[in-house]
């Protein structure tokens, strides 16, 4: 009775440890969640089990088992995921005491590579005596709930298990794998091995997940609103985890400025791992290809990656013209759809507005004459609504526009035939949700008028004008007047001066008319006097 069972338990420890060195082998991936039914003896013929996938992202932490009564990853659980568990035939059944069928799985050649195939190949024949052992039924189940999906009712045997299909985020899926049910509830052969056997298998294949490349543009004001002034952009990616045994290989970030854009070629690029400064040209390399900038990491810069961490790309270009000027980038990281779409993936779409000012300057008493030489200081202010009123503070508080790529204002003239033309303000971008506009008001302020005319003084010397993004204008929008000057004390010899002279005469003539009739009439009276 004693030597039976001491006969059985042995049998049942070396199943378990024939069992644990082939599903090591296969790369089956045994680690930990929902618990399960406690291990049984076994195997036993007549008994079904399933199979309880746990789909996480990498990196493949935790300390699992097939019992699911480990450590869960600390990753983030994947649900959407469809594995596919196909029975495989022709193998001597599990629980025949020659141990045939599990040297039979043990055997199974290129399990990783089974992601389509219909039948499996062997170096150790299968109950036909052939080593091809052809896939039978098959079961789609897909993860739910915290990543899990669960195979019900299946009969003792082996089992290919491959990803079908996953979410975008997914950019790596798992490799097909063997399980068997039962398997083995030790993971460890020798002594301490209890001869168990785990029925409703937990398994934990993992994936690399992804996400899509960003792109930004720079707060213009630490470049200037001008045409001709900078502007900033950056490259980033989050760097996924890799499946175990995978190394970063290639990473190409590439970018096609628009032809309103002009590379700036001397600047050397930044590059950066997480808050690291990557060294130029050890640790990668940079060209640029007309509007087309190519960023690579050599070898140093690869073995540099870190999961987890941000590689970003910070470069810069001049603005050569208005308009709505749009950017994408894109990055190659080995080859992979990080957006689970394409390769290489793209960013999403930044951009930077900017638009023309055209006004005219004219004489306030006769609009038809445009004055030349008046001179404008510029401010930027916030209002972007369309509608542009001089503040009552004037432009206190407001930002001067210097001119491009220095601290020196910007100094407009009105030219011959009075037109008062600047080629491009900043009007927003996409940098901020309060920078995301298509209006901004400016504020010009005369500095000196055209000689013989009077220089408004406080805000009437302002005028705010609205520029928009978009075409560039052609016609003026504006009109600022002077007033000629004026020299008090002058005589008057114009027409006025006329008729006040005329006034005059006319009354002098009159005083002198009735003076004359007094006269006459002071000697009519005599002369009737004497008569008398």
């Known amino acids: 009775m004693s030597n039976s069972l001491t006969a059985a338990a042995r049998t049942r420890r070396t199943l378990a440890a024939a069992t644990a060195l082939s599903l090591g082998l296969l790369g089956v991936a045994l680690t930990a969640s929902a618990a399960s039914a406690a291990p049984v003896p076994g195997p036993v013929t007549n008994q079904t089990g399933s199979l309880t996938i746990h789909k996480y992202a990498y990196p493949a932490n935790g300390a699992q088992n097939p019992s699911g009564g480990g450590t869960n990853p600390t990753s983030s659980p994947i649900d959407g995921v469809t594995f596919q568990v196909c029975a495989i035939n022709n193998v001597t059944s599990l629980t025949d005491t020659s141990n045939l069928g599990w040297t039979q799985v043990k055997n199974l050649q290129n399990i990783a590579g089974a992601q389509t195939a219909t039948t499996l190949t062997g170096t150790t024949a299968g109950v036909d005596s052939t080593t091809n052992f052809p896939l039978g039924t098959c079961t789609n189940v897909t993860t739910a709930g915290g990543g899990i999906a669960t195979a019900s009712n299946l009969a003792v045997g082996a089992y290919l298990v491959r990803e079908i299909s996953a979410p975008s985020s997914v950019i790596t899926m ?215 009123t001089v503040p009552a503070g004037g432009v206190t508080g407001l930002t001067q526009v210097t001119q491009p790529n220095s601290t020196s204002p910007l100094v407009v003239t009105s030219n011959a035939s009075g037109s008062i033309s600047i080629a491009g303000l900043w009007v927003g971008d996409t940098s901020t949700t309060a920078n995301d506009v298509t209006n901004r008001c400016y504020i010009l302020q005369e500095t000196a008028a055209p000689a013989g005319y009077v220089l408004p003084a406080g805000n009437a010397a302002l005028t705010a004008v609205n520029v928009q993004s978009g075409s560039t204008v052609t016609a003026p929008t504006f009109t600022i007047t002077n007033n000629q000057q004026l020299v008090p004390g002058l005589p008057l010899t114009g027409a006025d001066g006329q008729v006040i002279l005329t006034t005059a005469g006319i009354a002098l003539l009159l005083v002198a008319a009735g003076g004359v009739l007094l006269v006459i009439r002071r000697r009519a009276h005599a002369a009737h006097t004497t008569e008398s």
């Not at 543009?217 to 200037?224: K, R, W």
């Not at 992979?336 to 004489?363: E, Q």
């Open 174 to 388: 798992s490799a097909p794998f063997v399980v068997t049910v039962p398997t083995p509830a030790d993971s460890t052969a020798g002594a301490t091995n209890s001869g168990m056997w785990e029925y409703n298998v937990n398994v934990y294949p993992k994936n690399a997940t992804g996400t899509s490349p960003v792109k930004t543009v720079g707060d213009q004001s630490a470049n200037g609103y001008t045409l001709g002034s900078q502007v900033d952009f950056s490259v980033s990616q989050l760097i996924p985890s890799l499946p175990t045994g995978q190394a970063y290989t290639k990473l190409i970030v590439s970018d096609v400025l628009d032809a309103k854009l002009t590379p700036n070629t001397t600047y050397v690029p930044v590059v950066k791992i997480g808050a690291t400064t990557l060294a130029n040209p050890a640790d990668y390399t940079y060209s640029w290809s007309g509007q087309t900038l190519t960023v690579t990491l050599t070898a140093s810069g690869l073995s540099k990656l870190t999961a987890g961490q941000t590689l970003s790309v910070g470069f810069r270009a001049t603005v050569n013209a208005v308009g709505t000027i749009d950017n994408t980038a894109t990055v190659n990281l080995n080859d992979l759809k990080l957006d689970g779409t394409t390769s290489p993936t793209p960013t999403n779409k930044v951009t930077t507005r900017w638009g023309n000012v055209l006004g005219t300057k004219t004489d306030a008493g006769n609009p038809t004459h445009t004055l030349a030489g008046a001179t404008f200081t510029v401010f930027e202010t916030t209002t972007t609504t369309g509608t542009c």
